[in-house]
């Protein structure tokens, strides 16, 4: 009785096995695997774009790598961050208006580095965020430290303020130099007098 129902079920089972063998040999004809190849490629293109590329690097990610060299290098154990925000004398500015720009300052940071660092970040929260208010005379005077900043590997970020209130639209207001090593921070803001 079982024989009979194992060789009723035999040719079926053979001719479904065939099905397969045909099916699975007709998808691999170029036709079908090309085209199949191609999305494939596409779609972990636009996978790999949701990161950013550490092919085309820009200024800030360039000089950003360097500073996670120096804090992975660092020889005498320095971890600890800090940011410092440089507000403009010249503008006269009342404190209102700077607590806002300097609050423009540090989030346009963190956000920047939400994008472009985020191990930096992680290590600056670590740290407690420590953020020091200090003046500079001029916005000369604040490019140059811009550019000293960002010569060693420093990220910054600039406020250009919308000029609905107390200063002309574009004014820079405030420079944040940082987050970074204490030490690399101080090398060129160490000099300037707190707010």
């Keep these: 009785m079982f024989s009979s129902i194992l060789n009723s079920n035999q040719p079926r089972d053979k001719q479904q096995q065939k099905q397969k063998g045909e099916w699975f040999a007709g998808s691999f004809k170029a036709e079908n695997f090309i085209p199949g190849l191609v999305i494939g490629f596409i779609f972990g293109l636009l996978l790999d774009l949701t990161k950013p590329s550490r092919n085309h690097l820009s200024k800030k990610q360039l000089s950003s790598t360097k500073l996670q060299e120096k804090l992975s290098v660092s020889s005498n154990g320095d971890r600890e961050l800090k940011m410092v925000l440089v507000v403009r004398q ?42 020091i208010v200090v003046t500079c005379r001029n916005q000369q005077e604040m490019n140059k430290l811009k550019d000293a900043a960002e010569s060693i590997g420093l990220p910054t970020f600039v406020v250009a303020d919308a000029g609905r209130t107390q200063v002309s639209a574009g004014s820079k207001t405030v420079l944040a130099v940082g987050p970074g090593p204490k030490s690399s921070v101080d090398a060129v803001t160490g000099r300037l007098a707190l707010l």
Aim: aromatic content about 4%.
């Design 90 to 131: 010249d503008l006269k500015m009342k404190s209102g208006k700077i607590a806002s720009q300097c609050a423009h300052a540090a989030t346009g940071m963190y956000a920047e580095l939400m994008q472009s660092d985020r191990s930096l970040l992680r290590q600056w929260e670590q740290c407690g965020q420590p953020k």
